[in-house]
């Protein structure tokens, strides 16, 4: 076994946006993914909103990240087989919100893909499949959104589209947001940003 991560301790302020940057390789993923639940630490602890991760088995996470968290991956992780409106609609209906598909209509509109709603993944360009992950992610009104590389696969008209988009759900739901990055311009939008290396933090910068 690998100890990707290193000694770290980290408190994230509610309603902070906190940027993750370093070289590849540095741990700022599988930090990330910590934080989500969706990787296991082989040591110490993870809190989120007061809950304890790291105790949780894998239904109690899957309903706590159901519960309070929106995920924004660079690879989008969208169902090819569903529609725009069907993608954002199931994190919802598992959830048992009844407007299941009225509230994935308004975050379809909300990022500027109401014509799409209908259209699958592989009839959408890059930018516009992020933007279907973004209003996915946001639907449920998240407490959390954590993301990954959003602009990582797109170009720079996109990118910043998305990076614009992202904060705008931030502020529209008031949700603390932490992001991996290797944008520059994205690591300045933050309140603060975290550096890593080999593991470690190595740097720490308040921007805001």
């Known amino acids: 076994m690998v100890d990707i991560l290193k000694g770290i301790s980290l408190d994230v302020r509610q309603g902070e946006t906190l940027g993750l940057v370093g070289p590849s ?23 989120a909103l007061g809950q304890d991760l790291t105790s949780m088995n894998e239904d109690q996470l899957a309903r706590f990240r159901r519960a309070n968290m929106g995920i924004v991956f660079q690879s989008f992780h969208l169902i090819p087989t569903m529609t725009a409106l069907e993608n954002v609609a199931t994190p919802l209906e598992l959830a048992g919100i009844a407007d299941a598909f009225d509230r994935a209509a308004e975050e379809l509109a909300a990022v500027g893909l109401a014509a799409r709603a209908g259209h699958f993944p592989s009839q959408m360009s890059g930018g516009e499949q992020q933007r279907v992950a973004l209003a996915r992610a946001a639907a449920p009104r998240p407490r959390i959104l954590l993301a990954d590389e959003p602009t990582g696969n797109l170009d720079e008209t996109n990118g910043g589209a998305i990076i614009e988009l992202l904060f705008d759900l931030r502020d529209k739901h008031g949700a603390t947001l932490v992001m991996v990055t290797h944008a520059p311009e994205l690591a300045r939008r933050c309140d603060r940003v975290i550096r890593l290396r080999d593991g470690r933090l190595e740097m720490e910068e308040a921007l805001a």
């Open 25 to 47: 390789g540095s741990g700022k993923s599988s930090l990330l993914m910590l934080m989500g639940g969706l990787e296991r630490a082989t040591g110490g602890r993870v809190t």
